[in-house]
């Protein structure tokens, strides 16, 4: 049982374009949203993050935008570059540090 | 500063064989955590520790034995190896607190085959 559904499974953005991954989740008493970016031969890395009372977060190129009612979040790469080409994982945390993982999205962009 | 090393990076082993993964911080972390990675399923913990001497089970366990003697360090244990442990495994740490300020820092894994 997924409890944090991702999609797409992969994705090909052309240079300068938006990148969007969508995730889902059930669990109402999720409180805390991280994205997670992850290079070949690397561990994931914290990219961005959001509280369920903010509907949106900006940093830089990154935000995550959050619809509580809908129980959905979205991570939107703008104007996306290469060195972007990554696995993006969307997770969902209750509480303590028990991070629950999305199934990753395999992010391609094309010079 | 090293931040999270795991130990080996890669390793082929014949079912039955056990084996030990070792993690190691440098951070001065309370917390520690290991993670599965498998195609398709994202990452699922398997074990964590909140301190020195304390573990607890994650969401997927079953065939998998922890000890976290030493702060700095957390090692997972495989007492009998079967293909289904087949992965990359992760280690991660973080400071105590919640998630919100004190994110989880991972290692860059270990690739383990079982023949």
């Known amino acids: 049982q997924q409890q944090v559904k991702q999609s797409p499974q992969s994705l090909i953005v052309q240079k300068g374009g938006i990148s969007i991954i969508n995730c889902a989740y059930e669990n109402t008493a999720f409180d805390y949203f991280p994205w997670y970016q992850q290079f070949p031969g690397k561990g994931p890395a914290l990219l961005i993050a959001?509280?369920?009372?903010?509907s949106e977060k900006k940093e830089g190129r990154f935000t995550i935008s959050f619809n509580k009612s809908a129980k959905q979040f979205s991570l939107h790469i703008m104007d996306s570059q290469p060195g972007d080409s990554a696995t993006y994982f969307c997770?969902?945390?209750?509480?303590?540090?028990?991070?629950?993982f999305g199934t990753g999205t395999r992010l391609l962009v094309s010079p | 500063n090293a931040g999270v090393t795991q130990t080996p990076k890669f390793r082929v082993l014949k079912t039955g064989q056990s084996m030990t993964l070792l993690c190691a911080q440098d951070m001065n972390h309370e917390y520690m955590y290991w993670y599965r990675q498998d195609p398709g399923m994202g990452l699922r913990l398997i074990h964590y520790?909140?301190?020195?001497?304390?573990?607890a089970k994650g969401e997927v366990p079953d065939g998998y034995n922890v000890s976290r003697l030493k702060k700095q360090n957390f090692l997972l244990g495989l007492e009998s190896a079967a293909p289904s442990q087949t992965s990359v495994y992760f280690c991660?740490?973080?400071?105590?607190?919640?998630?919100?300020?004190?994110?989880?820092?991972f290692g860059d894994g270990t690739r383990l085959s079982i023949l």
């Open positions: 520790s909140v301190g020195e001497g304390t573990t």
């Open positions: 991660a740490s973080s400071p105590s607190g919640t998630p919100t300020n004190q994110p989880q820092h």
């Open positions: 997770a969902a945390v209750r509480g303590f540090q028990k991070l629950v």
């Open positions: 959001i509280r369920p009372d903010v």
